[in-house]
């Protein structure tokens, strides 16, 4: 696989204790093993098969998406930020590639 390409999004201004929009999005292919090539040979399966991410020590999400997810998939979800933080994103695909992005969620 290519370079994977991640990047996670939440507001400017966060203050202790409020709830945040975290907007996290993937570049990968999600081949479902169902499409077929130019010559007619089946493109191999490859999802994501977990998606990990923590704040700080805390878990705040886990997906095991399946073959129905579209190519780069998008995930949107709340969590509460009551201090700064080490934002980290994993993920594993079927061919094993390890994906990660890490990035300082700021409180003020």
Not at 44 to 65: A, D, F, S, Y
Request: proline share 5%.
């Amino acid at each position: 696989m290519s370079l994977v390409i991640a990047r996670v999004q939440w507001p400017d201004r966060i203050a202790a204790g409020d709830v945040v929009k975290v907007r996290l999005l993937i570049q990968h292919p999600m081949d479902t093993g169902y499409l077929q090539d130019l010559q007619g040979k089946l493109v191999p399966r490859n999802v994501i098969r977990q998606l990990t991410c923590t704040l700080g020590k805390q878990e705040v999400l886990r997906v095991e998406p399946s073959s129905g997810i579209a190519a780069d998939p998008y995930f949107e979800f709340y969590l509460r930020a009551d201090q700064t933080a080490e934002f980290r994103a994993e993920w594993q695909d079927d061919r094993g590639f390890q994906g990660v992005l890490v990035q300082t969620l700021k409180v003020l």
